[in-house]
């Protein structure tokens, strides 16, 4: 896996351009009691979308690290995190780009929601942002706190605004 290159991160607007082709896309999906079974082929998809001939995770963080891109696919109202906060400022375990040190607010996070029916997916959206700017688009959730991992509900009118 490739980290990122000073000249070779790709601006988030043309990102956001290419994975928009991914959005209308019905697969059928292998692993559909477990929500990164069914994101799988999505990344995959995604992977393809920037002009990646490879598959781009190799379950590190973020996903797509030569793009600093951590892609999510939600069928369900509440995204999985992980065990850090999208707008962390601690810094990322990559090499420095222009002398400066990667944080965990610089990664770029692509949030797709789909539809199952049966054992097929339909992706119906797709939303792009920084962790530095993700609570300004997804409200946290407190929950119980028992969960170490960070997971915040999407509302049922999300995608209707």
């Known amino acids: 896996m490739d980290y990122p290159v000073a000249g070779e991160l790709?601006?988030?607007?043309?990102?956001?351009?290419?994975?928009?082709?991914v959005v209308g896309l019905?697969?059928?999906?292998a692993g559909m009691d477990q929500e990164r079974g069914r994101g799988s082929e999505l990344h995959a998809r995604a992977c393809r979308a920037l002009g990646?001939?490879?598959?781009?995770?190799?379950?590190?963080?973020?996903d797509v690290r030569h793009q600093l891109l951590e892609v999510k696919f939600q069928s369900s109202p509440t995204i999985d995190l992980g065990l850090v906060r999208p707008d962390s400022?601690?810094?990322?375990?990559?090499?420095?780009?222009?002398?400066r040190q990667l944080r965990h607010c610089d990664?770029?996070?692509a949030v797709f929601y789909g539809e199952r029916s049966g054992a097929d997916v339909k992706v119906t959206h797709v939303i792009l942002t920084t962790g530095e700017r993700f609570y300004s688009r997804?409200?946290?959730f407190g929950g119980k706190v028992l969960n170490k991992k960070l997971q915040i509900p999407l509302p049922a009118?999300?995608?209707d605004r």
């Open 107 to 109: 990664v770029r996070y």
């Open 26 to 29: 019905r697969y059928r999906a």
């Open 10 to 21: 790709l601006p988030i607007t043309v990102i956001f351009k290419a994975l928009g082709q």
């Open 138 to 140: 997804f409200r946290q």
């Open 52 to 62: 990646y001939t490879q598959y781009q995770d190799d379950g590190r963080f973020p």
């Open 89 to 99: 400022r601690d810094a990322l375990d990559l090499p420095r780009i222009g002398g």
């Open 157 to 159: 009118d999300f995608f």
